[in-house]
Structure formats: C-alpha cells, structure tokens
C-alpha cells in the first residue's frame, strides 16, 4: 500500500531531509586524498545527532554505520573503514537521518581531486538522470514514467542501470511502498497522486548493470569492477510539482 502523506507530515519530512542535504554538503567540503571513509561516517554522525535527529541507517538490518561509503566500483552500501581516498577516486555517499519520526533519505557522488573525465561524465549523466525522474513526480502519472525517464538518459549516455537495487517509499518508514526501479516501460505501474513521498535513486554503471555483493553482505560492486555512481533525493507529488525535501 503507498502511504500519502498530509502537507504537515510533508513539512515534517522536509525537516529531516534538510538535516540530510546539511550532512552531505558537509561531507563534500570534507572530501580530500587522505582522509578515511570512518573519518567521513563520524563527522557524518556527529552532526546528525547534534541537529537532533537519529542517523537512519546505523543499526538498521544491522548496518554498522551512519553513512554508506562507496568508492569507484562500489555501487551503495559501501562500509565505512580504514580506505584512503586518493587523488582520482569517485565516492558516493548515502545519507538517512530520522527526525520526530519521520525520514529522509539522499545520497550524491563527488569527485576526489581532479578525477577523469569519464569519471566525470558519469557523475553527470547520473545527476541528470535522476533530475529527469523527479521531473516525472506529478500527479496522474505513473510510476513507471519514472523509471522511464532515469533508463532512458542512462542509456542514450551508453551507461547501465543497476537493476538488482531500486528507489522506493518513504514516511514514517525509511522503505514503504513503492519500490521504484530504475527501469522500465512508461504508463505502466500505480498512478502517481498527490501526497506521495519517493525515495528515487539512480545507481549507474559505466559498464554492464550486473553486481556482485561482498563478503560482508552489504557491499555491493559492478560484476566487471567498473565505475558506478549513485543519486537519490526525497520528493513530495504537490499541486506545485515534484517537491524535492532534501536540498538546502
């Protein structure tokens, strides 16, 4: 069932995913060759709980951590650790934080140093193909126009889109109904109305779309080990538009 939610509870979420957009704006200014992703997860951490909200994601199906780090070929749920960044590196960073019980939920890929341009390139195409999803967030579309939307700027770039993770819902649960994959047909899936709140999120990969996960069993890398980029914002469906809660 897809949960709508009430201009209040909205206003409510948009608290928590501005505290969400102040986290990762604070990572990128902290992103450099040398400093470790648990470097970057506790400042993470530290700031969540000092705004007064709970970092989502730590303890969650036991998640050990405030952010997902992922580097280069990871896709998401990398795990904050000892890694160095270095001069090159591609990071996505993956934030959730929960605020008077309500989530929000965002992530963007940065460049560490000068990067490629291929690395670049990728980063770009993954920003705007999750722009063109969000674009689909008006009333009496469908779902699918989303998924639409983020295929079809992937692949007209020749990148893939990881089909094995998707977007979802998002409320008062940090995953509700529905999940909304990164592909698929237009005019296909629930209509889309006013009050519902998605987590959309773009995982796109250089190469193939297939993906291996880790020993661990959260880390998730390109079966070929080529660079992935990962963007997700929390948008409300408005009478205005799509409402984007996780910006500044």
Known sequence: MIIRKSKSEIAAMRHAGRIVAQTLKLIENEIRPGITTAELDAIAEKFIRKSGARPAFKGYRGYPATICASPNEVVVHGIPGSRELVEGDIISIDVGAELDGFYGDAAATFPVGKIS???????????????????????????????????????????????????????????????????????????????????????VNIGGFKVDILADNWTVVTEDRSLSAHFEHTVAVTKQGPDVLTVL
Request: contains cysteine; aromatic residues 8%.
């Open 117 to 203: 341009e291929e690395a670049q390139r990728l980063i770009d195409v993954t920003k705007v193909s999750l722009l063109k999803g969000i674009e689909q967030c008006v009333e009496d579309n469908y779902l699918y126009d989303i998924s639409y939307a983020v295929q079809s700027t992937v692949e007209a770039a020749g990148y893939s889109v990881v089909k094995e993770f998707v977007g979802h819902g998002i409320g008062r649960a940090m995953h509700e109904d529905p999940q909304i994959p990164n592909f698929g047909l237009p005019r296909r899936g629930p209509k889309i109305k006013l009050g519902m709140v998605f987590a959309i999120e773009p995982m």
